[in-house]
């Protein structure tokens, strides 16, 4: 969270605090633990806010012993909250799932799916919230098989935790089953998904690159 965002909402805090104190003096023989109680729900609630926008979490807070269903505010944080991690696996990227059809996957919102080249088998494919540089693919999309492989890209990571930046060790304590194929990469079975596999480039063991595939792909990286 942002120092000046922070700021605001100790600012908010503190009106809040101001607010819940009696006005009128003759209040004050009132019950010192009642109005304790009212104070320190109201402080409760704004560090509440304060912690839940900074981890990411949407919640309803309420005025501590005052509650009224009128007064309950909802924190919901953006969508684009740091932290998030992107995962790419087992069945595809989000709502892009391997094996779909051009149709399908430009369906999603996800993708682009570029022109097939004549006498060609393969097209490149390209995300749509992460786009590739120029002369470079987010994947490959088959005219035999679908969407066949996905690249990771940025903070993508599989469900294990293995992404870009990873190492060799990391892939092997994730992925038992790695294997190398001379100069190919390293090939890992997808958990739970015989019919998929991991493709990791690695060099100086640390992986430089990695992907999700069908096991009858038949576009090369």
């Not at 009224?68 to 944080?77: E, I």
């Not at 992107?86 to 996957?105: C, K, S």
């Not at 992460?130 to 098989?145: D, I, L, Q, R, W």
Request: proline share 7%; glycine share 10%.
């Amino acid at each position: 969270m942002a120092d000046d965002e922070l700021a605001a909402l100790l600012v908010l805090a503190r009106s809040a605090q101001n607010q819940a104190l009696p006005a009128d003096p003759t209040d004050v023989r009132r019950s010192g633990t009642q109005r304790r109680r009212r104070r320190t729900g109201v402080i409760s609630g704004a560090i509440a806010a304060m912690v839940l926008g900074a981890v990411g979490t949407t919640a309803v807070l309420t005025n501590g012993a005052d509650r009224d269903d009128s007064q309950q505010v909802v924190v919901t944080p953006p969508n684009d909250a740091p932290g998030a991690t992107d995962v790419l696996g087992p069945e595809g990227y989000g709502d892009l799932v391997l094996g779909m059809t051009a149709e399908q996957a430009e369906a999603t919102g996800v993708v682009d799916v570029d022109p097939m080249p004549p006498k060609a088998t393969c097209s490149g494919i390209g995300y749509v919230e992460h786009p590739p540089e120029e002369n470079t693919t987010s994947g490959f999309y088959s005219k035999n098989v679908g969407v066949a492989m996905l690249f990771g890209v940025d903070d993508m990571k599989t469900p294990e935790g293995i992404g870009l930046g990873s190492t060799l060790a990391e892939v092997r304590a994730a992925y038992p089953n790695v294997g190398s194929e001379a100069e190919a990469g390293w090939y890992a079975e997808v958990p739970g998904h015989p019919d998929k596999m991991y493709y990791f480039a690695i060099a100086d063991n640390v992986v430089e690159g990695f992907a999700v595939q069908l096991d009858t792909a038949d576009c090369t990286s």
